[in-house]
């Protein structure tokens, strides 16, 4: 077999020949292993995409009749040097094709051409199909000792006739279905049309990138430019993507954006709005997607792997492999010696009943941290650490309670300067001062809030997140309030809660007043009640000044680690009614300079 090696202008040059074109789709056709991650269509909307971002490299085998037997399609990347499969991470399955009778003769060929030309790097295939050849990796071959191979669990949706997925619809979920319907037109629909996908994109992305910081507390997610343009230009291609989405009206509750996979569609992009979250939107929209594939005359809906929650729909599994190539031996050797070590230390781990996931949480935890303290200067830490050591041995707080009467309209000439409930603008925090915390754990108690019912009010200047306030609207009982304050005295049922405001200078009259006009458009909402730090003395003036009266404060003393409570709550609020305390406050209420 003749393996070639070919990289930028040489590659971008063989994939716009249509002689060889003809030839990758035939030899897809016959590679059982092959994936629509391998397919032309795919590869090449993405090396056309990143061209700014990679270099294409591409692996050519011909056999002894000039017909094409095998194909590996990768990149390099202009920005860190290193190989990767074509597409990078938007590849669910990393494979190269090839002929069936040459499948471990190619790819050790083609890996002995990359190590001559990258002979420092490695390649890793994840999630390589489990009818993919590995026998070149395996001890005695030529090339084990550079390989690390690791199998993982994939899950399985048999869709069958669809009348599982109805059945648990009508049985289990009527009851949210009829909840929402009370709310809005409930729908579910198929989506076509590229422009119709790109109204509502950048509104998914940001919902996926705030549970994913928020509930996963992933700290390396990087920003992508190009990513809304490659998810288009794939919609373009017809017969690509599967797209569906849930609205409740006009508003998205629920998407998913599936990849067809030959007979198969598998499983690529989830999310749903926070504000919804009650509803298990996700969950509803999976039981439809479900009936909407069985009308489709799709068999298998592929769950990929990883992802705890994928186990509550699989019906069958298999294996599906991760290889790492290290072109240097050497490298390898660390590899392994790193990787059983590792396996070594999970025993003891479960001795001492540590989780690898929590392991790997509290490793994102530091990482979360570590990014906060290395943007601020030195002179912050150093103030931080001395003010929280002065806390813990002896401090007093007092949050001051303030009332005002919503039975006159808040006017103001400004235009409103907030924001709500702006996902994008919350992916914008960064802790600007040293006692706010760092961006996952801001967003995990965002996430927590929204969810709950309650509303943000943001303010975006120079692409920083520069104010923030919350309107508290749910009732409920027993509340939390957060910040070790423990629950807050119940205010009459006919109040909201403005809390936890951040502002980088002095809060703007026109930004309370316009939280307390879409307060006073509530039914029912005759009062707001706003809760300040006594050291905050800007937020003390502006409040007052906005008509806000003062009511009663809450006391926190800690002397030597021993915390007292106490208030000076009036006996007839105290029988007035319940608090809405959802919100899950964090120490934002700090002095404003």
Known sequence: MDVELLIGLCAFGLINNPDFLKKWRKLYQDCP???????????????????????????????????????????????????????????????????????????????????????????????????????WTQPGNRWSNHCYVKSLPRGLMAIADGSSFKNT?????????????????????????????????????????????????????????????????????????????????????SAQIHVH??????????????????????????????????????????????????????TDHDEVYVITVFFNRAKCLQYKIKRRLSEAIKPMMKVFNILPAQARDAYSTLRDHWAKWSNLNKSSYLLEIYKRLKRSLAHTEELLIYKCDLDRTHS????????????????????????QPPVNKFLKHALENLEAGCHIYTQIEKGSLVQYGWLVETETTN???????GTIPPIPPESVLLTDFYTHRSISQPSLYQML????????????????????????????????SYRYSLFKKNLLGRVTSWSTTPQSLSEAGRMPTTVVTQAINEPVD
């Open 33 to 135: 292993w092959g994936s629509v991650f391998q397919d032309i269509n795919f590869v090449d909307t993405w090396y056309t995409t990143y061209q700014s971002s990679y270099i294409p490299v591409i692996v050519t085998g011909i056999d002894s009749n000039g017909q094409l037997a095998g194909l590996f399609t990768l990149a390099i990347s202009r920005n860190s040097g290193a190989l990767v499969v074509a597409g990078d991470r938007y590849v669910e399955y990393a494979a190269w094709l090839a002929d069936p009778r040459y499948g471990n003769d190619f790819i050790e060929s083609a890996i002995e051409k990359l190590r001559e030309n990258f002979p420092d790097l490695k390649l890793t295939l994840l999630f390589a199909l489990p009818n993919i050849p590995v026998e």
């Open 169 to 253: 619809l009508r049985k289990k979920k009527q009851n949210k279905i009829n909840r929402l319907n009370r709310i809005g037109r409930l729908h579910f629909d198929r989506i076509y049309d590229p422009d119709e996908l790109k109204d509502f994109i950048d509104e998914i992305f940001n919902y996926q990138t705030l549970r994913l910081k928020a509930v996963y507390n992933l700290t390396d997610i990087e920003e992508d430019p190009l990513k809304k343009s490659f998810y288009l230009n794939l919609m373009r291609v017809p017969g690509m993507l599967h797209v569906t989405v849930l609205r409740l009206d006009d508003k998205l509750i």
């Open 261 to 314: 996979n030959k007979e198969q569609v598998l499983l690529y992009f989830v999310t749903h709005s926070p504000f919804y979250s009650k509803f298990s939107p996700g969950e509803l929209h999976l039981l439809m997607l479900g009936v909407e594939l069985a009308n489709q005359e799709i068999t298998t809906f592929d769950l990929t792997p990883g992802g705890e929650y994928k186990e509550r729909y699989a």
């Open 412 to 435: 103001s000439s400004e235009s409103e300067p907030l924001r709500r409930d702006n996902i994008a603008d919350l992916l914008a925090y960064r802790p600007l001062e040293a006692w």
């Open 479 to 485: 509340g939390v309030f957060g910040n070790g304050w």
């Open 517 to 548: 006009r879409d307060a006073s458009s509530l039914p029912g909402i005759t009062q707001a009640y706003i809760c300040v730090p006594s050291s905050n003395q800007a937020l003390m003036r502006a409040v007052e000044e906005a008509g806000f």
